[in-house]
């Protein structure tokens, strides 16, 4: 799923502070380490991508006021357990307009909205697809009940071979549509058998353009949207988060070059182009998850 080199650059302008919250809560950089480690072709287009971001941005002069609006088509797959619509994991339309609303307050900077603060527009707005896969109208919605599946309703799908939960491999492509057509948000009641609860809420796989079944944004029923079966407090952030890493942003504070573990990570970045997030429009940052020291103030 790539839809233009462009979105992939204009990316490195989102600075939103939801790309520094605490670490644990993201799984993409263990699905990412996971799929360098055992598949070449994942490998070579990961780093063929960072080079190619790397070169072009070295050579453009930012212009804002040429930027067009890129509009990008999402379907939600609500991958439910059995539940009536609206009900527990099986989220209603209604939450699902909530989280599009959120992506595009973050992505925008909309003036008055939660997603106004820090950072940049980005130019970037997404909607639901109006139109399926073979051209039939669509509300961007789908539903599959999981209850029938080996180990999904029991534990969910999981980020490695190390916890609970089925393989992506095996989830994934029972649902999602054409990569180079729309972002794929996958909704599911658990990650690595939490339970909908703590741990991993969310994951991507990270700046890879390649032909794998599982490159979709995965998130917790109840992370998505501001309203409905929502965890309290939930400003879709989670989702915001990984609908980044799904277009290429790395963490701020490390990735799978760099994995960070401690308050010091800060002072560890010495070179903004092959450190942090390879990209120089942030300065050094430190995870929080690590962060209960008076030294740590201010992460």
């Known amino acids: ?27 993409s950089q263990s699905v990412v380490e996971h799929e360098l480690n055992n598949d070449p072709d994942f490998e070579r287009s990961y780093w063929a991508l960072q080079e190619a971001i790397q070169r072009i941005q070295s050579e453009m002069v930012m212009n804002r006021s040429d930027f067009d609006v890129y509009n990008i088509p999402v379907v939600f797959h609500v991958m439910h357990l ?13 939450q699902i307009l909530s989280s599009v609303e959120a992506l595009n307050e973050d992505f925008r900077k909309m003036v008055g909205t939660n997603g106004d603060g820090l950072g940049v527009d980005t130019y970037i ?16 919605i789908t539903r599959y ?14 980020t490695s071979s190390l916890y609970p939960g089925a393989p992506t491999s095996d989830v994934l492509p029972l649902v999602i549509w054409d990569r180079d057509q729309y972002i794929n948000i996958i909704v ?20 890879v353009p390649s032909n794998k079944s599982v490159d979709a944004v995965v998130a917790l029923y109840n992370v998505v949207g501001t309203t409905g079966s929502i965890k309290s407090g939930n400003l879709n952030r989670i989702v915001t ?51 209960d020291f008076p030294e740590c103030d201010g992460a």
């Open 1 to 27: 799923m790539r839809y233009s080199a462009l979105i992939a650059l204009a990316f490195f302008l989102l600075s939103l502070g939801t790309f520094g919250q605490e670490a644990t809560t993201c799984g």
């Open 82 to 94: 059995g539940s009536e619509i609206g009900v527990d994991e099986n989220i209603s339309d209604e």
């Open 125 to 140: 707005q997404f909607e639901l697809a109006k139109r399926d896969p073979d051209n039939n109208p669509t509300n961007g």
């Open 145 to 158: 009940n999981t209850s029938n599946l080996s180990v999904f309703p029991e534990e969910g799908v999981r």
């Open 188 to 207: 599911v009641p658990e990650i690595n058998g939490n339970d909908g609860g703590g741990g991993v809420q969310g994951f991507a796989y990270t700046s």
């Open 241 to 291: 988060h990984e609908v980044g890493h799904h277009l290429t942003l790395e963490h701020t504070f490390g990735n799978v070059l760099n994995p960070y573990n401690s308050c010091a990570e800060a002072d560890a970045e010495t070179n903004c182009e092959t450190q942090g997030d390879f990209i120089c429009d942030t300065p050094p940052t430190m995870t929080n998850r690590f962060c």
